[in-house]
């Protein structure tokens, strides 16, 4: 079984993802841990970014400058679309060669649409927060940024209906972990694959 995950940047996926990881046997694959893995291990994928975006992006290690680069693709559509672009192929790469394995898989991507990871799914979950302001606190907490820099995180993502409309199952984050279990124990796939 592969399940997608996404939503929104502080929509509660790793949340999701955790209880999936404990109370069913599943194993997570993060897509965005896969990113800044390939940042630092994979050369090619790093040189890439470096050839859209300038040496500018790195720090003076040579290693690059996370959060600057994340100024750059969240106040600019385009560059936000360039980088996607050249991420999209080495992910999909990666999450690929971890598919091989037989085992139960979720997919915790917040562009799994967008990279076009669903295909790869079972089926797909859109994890949805209900208040923007706990969405913006988790964001400014688990990236250490600004308030102001988590907004224009939020409104460069795709509206909340993007997800809905494209997914098999919506689990809504009221950030109350026991809600959350209870809405996925009522996704009928997950009652096959319980530890």
Known sequence: MIIGITGSSGAGKSTACEILSEK?????????????KL???????????VSKFGEDILLEDGTLNRRKLA??????????????????????????????????????????????????CDITIAVIATNRRDQLNRIIKRDNITEDEANKRLN????????????DYIILNDDHIKQME???EKIPELNNITK
């Open 24 to 36: 069913y046997d599943i194993e997570i694959i993060d897509a965005d841990k896969i990113a800044r």
């Open 39 to 49: 940042t630092d291990t994979n050369k090619a994928y790093l040189n890439e970014i």
């Open 71 to 120: 100024n750059i693709i969240y106040t600019d559509r385009d560059k936000r679309h360039l980088l996607n672009s050249c991420t999209f192929k080495y992910i999909t790469n990666e999450v690929k060669e971890k598919l091989k394995e037989n085992k139960n898989f979720a997919i915790d991507a917040p562009l799994l649409i967008e990279c076009k990871l669903n295909r790869l």
């Open 156 to 167: 460069a993502q795709k509206p909340n209906k993007f997800y809905t409309s494209r997914c």
């Open 182 to 184: 209870k809405q996925l």
